[in-house]
């Protein structure tokens, strides 16, 4: 493996690490596809830091099991925001 990918593996493990960040967020942060963050942190960490690589895995877990919450919060501000744009007209 090239050594700067290496280094973003463990830069991006990091980032997930101390943030809770979502795939999205740390793709978006380091400027990479979220394929590659997948990738990164599910083949690459765990033969570079397999502590790393078992801490981001249960925070991406995690992230995983709560989108759908986050996705109908995001939804109800949206339309929230709607209906309160239409009164104040």
């Not at 593996?9 to 979220?34: D, W």
């Not at 997948?38 to 790393?52: A, G, I, N, Q």
């Not at 801490?55 to 099991?65: E, G, H, M, P, T």
């Not at 919060?73 to 925001?81: I, L, V």
Request: hydrophobic share 30%; charged share 35%; proline share 2%.
């Amino acid at each position: 493996m090239r050594e700067e990918i290496e280094e973003r593996c463990l830069e991006i493990g990091q980032y997930i690490a101390e943030h809770g960040a979502t795939v999205r967020a740390a793709a978006r942060r380091f400027g990479v596809s979220k394929s590659s963050v997948h990738k990164d942190m599910h083949e690459r960490l765990p033969e570079l830091s397999e502590p790393l690589a078992a801490q981001v895995s249960q925070i991406l877990r995690y992230n995983k099991a709560v989108r759908h919450l986050r996705g109908g919060e995001a939804t109800r501000r949206k339309y929230q925001s709607r209906k309160t744009g239409l009164d104040g007209e």
